[in-house]
């Protein structure tokens, strides 16, 4: 049998990051932007009257009483960390965020994203911490103007080395958007048109070896709300065009599958969780090895803030049965030893394996 190999930090960063069946079923809480704003309309105050307290306090919440359940947690360093950390299962791996909240306005119109690293922060740093994995942020075009789009890949590439040095698991989580002018926005026809190629192309581009990724956090490759079965406002009571069927969505992401040569995750985007457990369901029986779920999970608690109880109340009872579903959901997802990239466990060996090993690395 042919033997793939896998530095020893990797190897160890990415089963940690997996439940026992090798597959990845991952919880999200390293909003930012987004979380502040869901608590300001909770009252009805402006964003910007959410600071510290009441951001730790809400990923607090979150991480104690659902990380428990998931295989592996991601954070970011500014509101999850210092509040949350102590609270994150230990049968949970983390995860730590390195890209800036928000993303900078440039390119054609002003309407393309520069993605930008979190200042005085650092792959050298998340190692420091004890985390299990790397993870980017990166909204993603390649039909973006030329500067944009090396900017956006050369960030990639950077990190990508980095986590090379450190032997930390790199987690991309590249997202396209609309910015051209025959794009109203991602929730149009004319994008959701375009949208399976922009996401089979964002995993043919970034699984390159060149870029040094070991998992993509996808986004799922068509939007539901657009399909013939859900169309007529079966998830938000909002009718659209119809532009797939589900036998088109099953396509794409065994496209994906088939494109990217490393394992691939489902993200959330924010879509509520009825939508997010047919995403997650479609994925996972067309080759993702798992999920890496945020706002589908626990974004409704948000309404209760910032009453703590009853925030608490809601994750552990609505919370959790949002985890079941999406657990269920993700049954025939392919265990990561299983993708095409490592063939089988039995296949996986250390990089330079034998006697003197530790010597080499």
């Not at 930390?168 to 375009?194: H, I, N, Q, R």
């Not at 095409?340 to 394996?353: G, P």
């Amino acid at each position: 049998m042919e033997k793939v190999s896998i530095s020893a930090g990797k190897l160890k960063g990415i089963s940690r990051l997996v439940d026992r069946e090798g597959k990845f079923r991952m919880l999200a809480i390293d909003q930012r932007g987004s979380l502040q704003k869901m608590l300001a309309d909770a009252t009805g105050k402006d964003k910007s009257s959410i600071g510290y307290a009441d951001m730790t306090m809400a990923k607090r919440l979150v991480t104690s009483v659902l990380s428990s359940y998931f295989s592996a947690t991601l954070m970011d360093p500014e509101f999850g960390v210092p509040e949350s950390l102590k609270y994150l299962s230990k049968n949970s791996a983390l995860l730590l965020a390195t890209e800036k909240s928000g993303t900078e306005s440039a390119g054609y119109k002003g309407r393309e994203k520069k993605t930008h690293l979190l200042e005085g922060w650092s792959v050298e740093k998340i190692k420091k911490v004890g985390a299990d994995a790397v993870k980017l942020l990166l909204y993603y075009r390649s039909d973006s103007t030329l500067e944009i789009k090396e900017y956006q890949e050369n960030i990639v590439k950077s990190l990508g080395q980095e986590c090379k040095k450190y032997d930390l698991p790199f987690v991309l989580e590249p997202v396209g958007y609309a910015f051209k002018d025959d794009e109203p926005s991602t929730d149009s026809s004319e994008y959701a048109k375009k949208k399976p190629e922009i996401v089979i192309g964002i995993a043919r581009e970034f699984s390159k070896k060149e870029y040094g990724v070991d998992i993509l956090k996808l986004e799922f490759p068509v939007n539901l709300k657009f399909v013939k079965e859900f169309h007529k406002g079966y998830f938000d009571k909002k009718e659209r065009e119809e532009v797939y069927s589900i036998k088109d969505a099953e396509d794409a992401c065994r496209e994906i599958t088939k494109t990217s040569t490393v394992p691939w995750v489902i993200l959330s985007a924010g879509v509520d969780i009825e939508e997010f457990v047919y995403n997650v369901k479609i994925a996972s029986n067309n080759g993702a090895s798992g999920f890496l779920a945020g706002r589908a999970v626990w974004k409704d608690f948000t309404a209760y803030y910032p009453n703590e109880d009853d925030m608490r109340a809601w994750l552990l009872t609505s919370g959790v049965e949002n985890y079941m579903k999406i657990y269920e959901a993700s049954k025939r997802a392919t265990p990561y030893f299983e993708h095409k990239q490592f063939r089988s466990f039995a296949s996986i060996m250390l990089e330079k394996a034998g006697e003197d090993w530790y010597k080499e690395y």
